[in-house]
T-cell receptor
């Protein structure tokens, strides 16, 4: 079955880079996602990567994908206090039923120290 | 910017009672989802819904659960007889399509507490 694992906590100083790691199990996942959840808010899609890519950069965000090891990472450059949130890694294995349900990790709580 | 809304933000109920959690998906979206997150655990898929019927459901979505799109805007999750273990945050999501890059837009969630 599908499983997504991530570390639960990460603490960084403002201005440093943050790297959040994730491992997944389902090799059929065509897209992998990073969602952000701020306190009291829903899950907001931050970025995604197609499985035939190794890297995707979007402003301060860099996503690295190692498909062989099924390892995904999210790097946030110049981390700001506003980046403090929970970050969820998710995969969407195709179930064969026509839909792409998301399978999430437990989320990594990023705390940014001023 | 269009967004998914959910009501109520917090629902407290007694074990055995029925609850209905409400969601208003983004207006031009066709695919709707419910997920839940028990405190400290993963966000888990419950059910997806398209064209007025369930597309897919997980093992969690047993006979106690049902979904409905009663009108053109609301999407509801009903739990017939709540159990203590139903206490969780319930997230509604919608997407424009179900293609492989189906960005699912999530609501802020309803925290359900079963006493």
């Amino acid at each position: 079955g599908e499983d997504v694992e991530q570390s639960l906590f990460l603490s960084v100083r403002e201005g440093d880079s943050s790297v959040i790691n994730c491992t997944y199990t389902d090799s059929s996942s065509t897209y992998l996602y990073w969602y952000k959840q701020e306190p009291g808010a829903g899950l907001q899609l931050l970025t995604y990567i197609f499985s035939n890519m190794d890297m995707k950069q979007d402003q301060r965000l860099t996503v690295l994908l190692n498909k062989k090891d099924k390892h995904l990472s999210l790097r946030i450059a110049d981390t700001q206090t506003g980046d403090s949130a929970i970050y969820f890694c998710a995969e969407s294995p195709y179930s064969g039923a026509g839909s792409y349900q998301l399978t999430f990790g437990k989320g990594t709580k990023l705390s940014v120290i001023p | 910017e269009p967004e998914v809304t959910q009501t109520p933000s917090h629902q407290v109920t007694q074990m055995g009672q029925e609850v209905i959690l409400r969601c208003v998906p983004i207006s031009n979206h066709l695919y709707f989802y419910w997920y839940r997150q028990i405190l400290g655990q993963k966000v888990e898929f419950l059910v997806s819904f398209y064209n007025n019927e369930i597309s897919e459901k997980s093992e969690i979505f047993d006979d106690q659960f049902s979904v409905e799109r009663p009108d053109g805007s609301n999407f509801t999750l009903k739990i017939r007889s709540t159990k203590l273990e139903d206490s969780a945050m319930y997230f509604c999501a919608s997407s424009e399509s179900t293609g492989r890059n189906n960005e699912q837009f999530f609501g802020p969630g309803t925290r359900l507490t079963v006493l």
